[in-house]
């Protein structure tokens, strides 16, 4: 909604008033809590208020007649605002849009109490009011959006050599290493959201049979013209018979991976899948600024990516992708929206060797951003979910419906 303002009162010795608003939701006992606040406007007894976007449950707990009292202020330096005054208003109220019914008398009850002539300390007029109802992450998932997960795997040379114990890819008969730890973890939570179960697994900066040549983009499969692997199972097989057919080697890319799911993404922008990119690595990064180019041309698309940091290694370059603190940008391009989740993966060993608890504390934490993720690209683009289809009912039962 958006709000301005007539006539305030003149509250600054020198110039005018420097107004702002705040609002408040009642409460059920009587009493009030603050909402929201305006931006100050200088110098004004007029101003224009920028509009503002608040939930209708912090306006007024979703009950549309319960009181909205706003109080508006004179801001001045020192932070002892001057009072203006006051006036009520309700969601209802609110509903019925610019009209004559929205257009508010600001009241300074002190004033009116001291001075007969007293009428008011201007008017306060609602100039634009519109509701929309916020879609959730798993409306989208009962519309039918697939998620389609990817997972991408290091085999560079500092994992160190798969046949000795002190490698990130060593393969001990009796535990997992953290590759498949961090691959199990995130993927069996993810596959539930892909109807075929079926994940393109992806491995980079190894040497490959029968030439060695470095490629990073090969299928753990070694099948080029369908790299799909049947469930998490499946890709932890390929994964370990790969680790007996390449060579790790280098240099760590990532831009070539996040370009290849990016395509697949960029041939389905009608909201009805989504991309996951699993990423584990075991750290520094040699190809930043393509990567970097990547993720801002990913951020237009339907795909999030998720970074697992394996090992001791300084993981600073995945920190600076994560976008949290400064969002990622390419040739002075910013990304457009966040899609970038990094997480080490050391910091989620249990010390009591409690695997089970430490992969679910990771899956729940490198997951937390992909349905907000999600959300913000269905909005850029506006697409509302499909309607849900209606619940299952198993062949031969009728649904008895209660008259």
Sequence with gaps: MQFCANKLDKKDF???????????????????TICHKTEVVKNTLNPVWQSFTIPVRALCNGDFDRTIKVEVYD???DGSHDFIGEFTTSY???????SQFNVYEVVNIKKKMKKKKYVNSGTVTLLSFSVES?????????GGTQINFTVAI??????????????????NPYQMNAYAMALKAVGEIIQDYDSDKMFPALGFGAKLPPDGRVSHEFPLNGNMENPYCNGIEGILEAYHQSLKTVQLYGPTNFAPIVNHVARYAAAVQDGSQYF???IITDGVISDMAQTKEAIVNGAKLPMSIIIVGVGQAEFDAMVELDGDDIRISSRGKLAERDIVQFVPFRDYMDRTGNHVLSMARL?????????????????SRGIKPNPSPPPYTPPGHTQHTQI
């Design 154 to 171: 290091d085999f560079t040379a500092s994992n160190g050599n798969p046949s000795q114990s002190t490698s990130l890819h060593y393969m």
């Design 276 to 278: 996951v990119l699993l």
């Design 92 to 98: 209802r109220e609110l509903a019925r849009g610019q």
């Design 134 to 142: 916020e879609c959730t992450f798993l409306d989208y998932i009962k």
């Design 14 to 32: 020198f110039g005018k008033s420097d107004p702002f608003m705040v609002f408040y939701r009642s409460n059920e006992d009587g009493t009030f």
């Design 363 to 379: 899956a729940k934490d490198v997951l937390a951003e992909i349905p907000d993720q999600f959300i913000s690209y269905m909005k």
């Design 75 to 77: 801001w001045d330096r």
